[in-house]
């Protein structure tokens, strides 16, 4: 049986959101409300300039993972550093590299609208994460991560 990546559709809407929900209650422990996640994801999906969805399937047409892609725009480079937003594979399919498949689905994208680089922010708390994108070649950044709450 095989796995595939596309571009994610509307009616991806709620398994998108589902793992939305999971990854947050998995990666940092915090409980999301549904009406709002289900808004954010759809705005998402309904407008790529705001967010850029893939889906990993399953040849049974299952989905099975998801990632998603927002773009920062810098002007002391003149192009887009292209952030990871979100990051889901279902418990039961992961360590059979199908992270890797979705990751070089979005690495090939990006290169191909010539991205800056690939970037991502993650709990320093999820190790898991950590040493999975570290295997993939993601590298600590220089930069301390920092926000003011509104």
């Known amino acids: 049986m095989g796995f595939s990546v596309r571009t994610a559709e509307l009616d991806d809407l709620e398994i998108l959101v589902s793992f939305t929900a999971a990854e947050a209650e998995e990666a ?6 549904m009406p709002v996640l289900r808004r954010g994801v759809r705005a998402g999906l309904e407008d790529p300039g705001l967010a850029r969805y893939w889906v990993l399937q399953h040849s049974d047409e299952n989905i099975i993972g998801s990632v998603s892609v927002v773009k920062e725009w810098s002007d002391w480079n003149a192009g887009f550093y292209w952030w990871i937003q979100s990051f889901f594979v279902k418990p039961g399919f992961r360590g ?3 992270s890797k498949m979705l990751l070089e689905s979005i690495r ?3 290169k191909e609208e010539k ?6 922010y993650v709990h320093k708390n999820n190790r898991r994460a950590i040493n999975a994108y570290r295997r993939e070649g993601f590298v600590d950044s220089p930069y301390l991560m920092m926000t003011l709450t509104l």
Request: charge should be positive; avoid cysteine.
């Open 115 to 120: 991205a800056i680089d690939l970037r991502l």
């Open 28 to 33: 940092e422990s915090v409980s999301k409300p």
């Open 108 to 110: 090939k994208a990006a």
């Open 96 to 98: 059979r590299g199908l």
